[in-house]
């Protein structure tokens, strides 16, 4: 079923097998052809046109689709989608009349999508958009058809409000929210006195329709109420029942029965009897998101009432037709827990311990829609010091951190939802008491952190990991939250290639214009309950959670280490933070061990001295991770490796080139063996028969932290064995790195460290020799390395060196890895040593290189690569694209030039 449309769930009912009853069909049909007749007009039939929704054949058809449901769920289904669009089409209109801020801001509960970010306001938008509203709803009658649907949906609602089908009670929530939106919607325009021409019989058959939405919501809180009681279903009622030798039966419908007191049923109803992490949770789940729509939907509006006699000075506003005018002791309690309401105690329950990550998804939804009442409302009260605030941060607590990508997400959305609250009750009482002036003795702490109060030890770490989590709905919509509350980085434009901005604006900061110093002056504040927890995150079962906090860890060294207001804060907990990184490295998961490699150089950097006592260790875990079987965590080791020479000078660089010495030859011991066998090899069904299973590009949630040199992206017990030639490939990052922060006397990361060409010369002919072996298939993965690196190193030694020293020992390799006369060389070298030679022409000038290529031979396979490469470029162009580019792709984060 396609509920994408109106029009294609009509003509989803055409293809249901078995087939659906003929008057069913018939129906629909008739359906289609009024929508098709009323689209000369309108090319859009996502939405019905105004013409269709004022005809009593389409609502008449509406309704009978709703009654055929009761043997097939597909008709009812289909009638509570064209239901819902319907009145969303006609509450579009009152909307024009309103004013935007009285309304919710959509419900997020549609899974992993990225919430999208309007720059004036940062709730995410209605989930289902409308087309064109009508011109006006001023001439609505008490006769219209609008009408007779309003007062028929009630009872459909409540019999199928825990209807067996989950697309059904999804449908059931929908319809909810649009009811409550256009009931209150209606009730609010009659306030308003924007209804003028509406006679009293209309404004008396609105009048009906406010006891039925408030029946629609006693329903779903009857439903709830059950729910929360019954909390998790399970045999153990039934055992205790047995065990107490009670004179209690269970009947047919699993309800316990004999005293005359329902009980849980022994199975879920929806799920067929799952009752696991991943399906659905009996109608617990859909009736959350109902409840979350019909808060949202209720429309709200500030009416003046004076009080004591008719005396002016004594006003005050109410709010007709908000979900806390009418249903405020939900919220409320007679102490200061929840014990003694079953609505708080459920929602917390719910949000913080259901085993069900829909169930705990669809609670953060219900808590930010009443956050955002209570927001319109002014009710301040419940949102600073109340039982409801208590169960917020609790769910923000358990929701932030959850292993499932999807509640964390709903938890990302509530967070930005109660902090901006929060804010916004900061600012209007500060404007009001000091006239918009701070005062000064809280000069020196963030808006944020003034207004969260008590909740910022728990709140910042969680918003701070989850900007480098995994998933990157949360990862982007954590940075803009983070841009929301503490402001982006302003900075000059950049130069091409240098920098990105989408990388900086959602990092820490801080602006002299900022008060109290921005996001890095809170993360400074706070840094003992954020180091504390980005440990505890580097312990996580979650290999996503590992890698972030150490992405996170990294962030620390890197901007408050190197701030000179700042960088005694994080101090005290360097060795706190290298200990945590120092069990990433032994991690099974690789990118887990790759960050956490990256973030000690960048510590050796930031903290020397601190470092130093562990200087050893992380030196055999840097030689470790250089000749690791992953090619990146070999380049980010010797990232890293670059850092802690330029942390500690020339001991460390001879240690360095002893270790180049050592490793480059290793190829030369990698065992011969020809493609031939190699494919075979590959190709050999008895030798992956029975073995460990791999899923590279999974995202399972628990992967083992021990076990370095692993490889798998489960959890796997067996090795793959290092290789000794990918010791040669990981030096050739390490030379590059050598070459690019040290080889230029007048522009070295260190003074006393100067890495000539007595030194560099001879490692050099020696990786020019390594890479000409060919005795293993493996080797034109080391040469594509090397034509991949060997452009940054000739541009860090400068145009006349290189030509005049180095570019000899490698042209004639070149050329033979570009000509591949033999069909030797793979696809990914060849390409590779393409673009080397088009970058080494660039630099040293195609003429010059030509003619050195043309020295050995190479000449005429230089003018097919550059003839290739130009109509590479040419196809770019014209594709809209253009060589350089930054963006990979519009759905991934921005990507930047990095300068090592």
Known sequence: MDFSTIDRSLLSLTRRHPPLPPDVLQLSQSLLDLLSSSSSNNNNVDSPPSVVTTQPEYISGIQRLLSLGSERWEPLAVGLCLAAHCIEYHVSSLLRHTDDEKHGGGVYAEGPRIPQVNPSSSTPPATHATTTPPRSMDGLSSESPIFDLLHSLPPTIHANIEHPEPRVRSLVARTVGAYASITTGLAVHILHGEGRGWGDDVKTRIGQLQPKRREVHDAILKSLKVHFEWKRPGVEVEWNERERGDATTIDDDNQIAGDGTAEPPRISKASDGALDDTTGWRALETNLHALAAYIDGCCVTPVVVVDDDNDEDHTRETYTGSYLSEQLHLLTTTTTTTTDNWFLAGLHYCSVTHVNRHVRAASSAVLGVIVTSCKQCRAYD??????????????????????WSQVRMSGSVLCRTFVEALLMIYRRREEEKNHGIPKEEEEDLTEFELAVGDMVPMLLPRMCLNRFYLAQGVKLYSQDTWKIVFGGKQEPPQQEGHGGEGEEEGGLHSSETTRGGGGMGAVARNAAPLCRYYSKMCDADNHAVREAACQGVAELAQKLGKHPLYAEYLSPYVTMLLQALLMCFHDESWPVRDEACLACGTFCLAYAEECA???????????????????????????????????????????????????????????????????????????????????????????????????????????RPKAPWEASDGCVYLIRELCIRFADKDNTAREDVVIGDAVLLPIMTELSDVCRLSHYPQSDDLRTTLWRQLPPIARALGKRRFKGMYLDLFIELLSKNIDDRFNCASQLSIHAAGQCAEELANLIGHGIFRGRMAEVGGADAFDRVMAERKREHMTLQAAGGFVGATQFSPFGPPMAGVVR
């Open 382 to 403: 419940l949102l600073l010091d109340s039982p409801f605030r208590n169960v917020v941060k609790e769910s923000l607590y358990a929701n932030l951190a959850d292993n």
């Open 613 to 719: 006592p562990e200087l050893p260790t992380l030196y055999e875990r840097w030689t470790e991770q250089l000749t690791d079987q992953i090619w990146s965590v070999r380049e980010d080791a010797a990232v890293a490796l670059g850092d802690a020479i330029t942390a500690y000078g020339p001991e460390m660089m001879e240690k360095v080139l002893a270790l180049i010495r050592k490793k480059l030859p290793a190829a030369r011991d990698q065992p011969a063996m020809s493609r031939e066998e190699y494919k075979r090899l590959q190709n050999d069904a008895s030798a992956h028969t029975g073995t460990q299973l791999y899923s590279c590009g999974s995202l399972a949630p628990k992967l083992r932290k021990g076990g370095a040199g692993r490889i798998g992206c489960s959890s796997c017990a067996l090795d």
